[in-house]
T-cell receptor, first 116, second 113 residues
Framework: AQKITQTQPGMFVQEKEAVTLDCTYDTSDQSYGLFWYKQPSSGEMIFLIY??????QNATEGRYSLNFQKARKSANLVISASQLGDSAMYFCAMRESYTGGFKTIFGAGTRLFVKA | NAGVTQTPKFQVLKTGQSMTLQCAQD?????MYWYRQDPGMGLRLIYYSASEGTTDKGEVPNGYNVSRLNKREFSLRLESAAPSQTSVYFC????????????FGPGTRLLVL
């Protein structure tokens, strides 16, 4: 069963506008972590933002914020004031515990195109 | 401080050949991971190692084996490569903990003919 769902294969946004990338997740755990990573065309994976399941405030990191709606099991990424350099693949991920450690599962990703 | 390093960067194999992908991290992390990335599929977890001496299967372990050689190194072996294993392979490491970020290597592009 798909644990992380990103329903937008591709998104376009005008430079300087805000954009929301959707992510829903499925877990029966009460304690888990949610992450967003960026993958530019060069291929490296860059950590953007983290939200813990018990965090009451939405996480923010500069122009990135995470719109966390626990009851709906959604963790959408909001990028404000888009820049051309934001054009990349964006992955939502969920980290869960298991006996002995933790593992992280990724969604299929959303490709963001920022237009000048 | 190199972070996570992977070798080789690129490899071409013929069907049935074997090879080992190497990964090392210098951040003293307990946990290490192998993912594969296929177009439109995101990253899928192949194997992971929560700590030295332990390994567990991820979502897509068939056709692969791993060795956690020591705390620094985690290798991925393809015993008999198949065209379906053509992919980009990423190694990652992290500390233990729900909020711990994973740090990724640059990836290995593998083409199986």
């Amino acid at each position: 069963a798909q644990k992380i769902t990103q329903t937008q294969p591709g998104m376009f946004v005008q430079e300087k506008e805000a954009v929301t990338l959707d992510c829903t997740y499925d877990t029966s755990d009460q304690s888990y972590g949610l992450f967003w990573y960026k993958q530019p065309s060069s291929g490296e994976m860059i950590f953007l933002i983290y939200q813990g399941s018990y965090d009451e405030q939405n996480a923010t990191e500069g122009r990135y914020s995470l719109n966390f709606q626990k009851a709906r099991k959604s963790a959408n990424l909001v990028i404000s004031a888009s820049q051309l350099g934001d054009s990349a693949m964006y992955f939502c991920a969920m980290r869960e515990s298991y006996t002995g450690g933790f593992k992280t599962i990724f969604g299929a990703g959303t490709r963001l195109f920022v237009k000048a | 401080n190199a972070g996570v390093t992977q070798t080789p960067k690129f490899q071409v194999l013929k069907t049935g050949q074997s090879m080992t992908l190497q990964c090392a991290q210098d951040m003293n992390h307990n946990s290490m991971y192998w993912y594969r990335q296929d177009p439109g599929m995101g990253l899928r977890l192949i194997y992971y190692s929560a700590s030295e001496g332990t390994t567990d299967k991820g979502e897509v372990p068939n056709g692969y084996n791993v060795s956690r050689l020591n705390k620094r190194e985690f290798s991925l072996r393809l015993e008999s490569a198949a065209p379906s294993q053509t992919s980009v392979y990423f190694c990652a490491s992290s500390e233990l903990g729900l909020g711990e970020t994973q740090y990724f290597g640059p990836g290995t592009r593998l083409l199986v003919l």
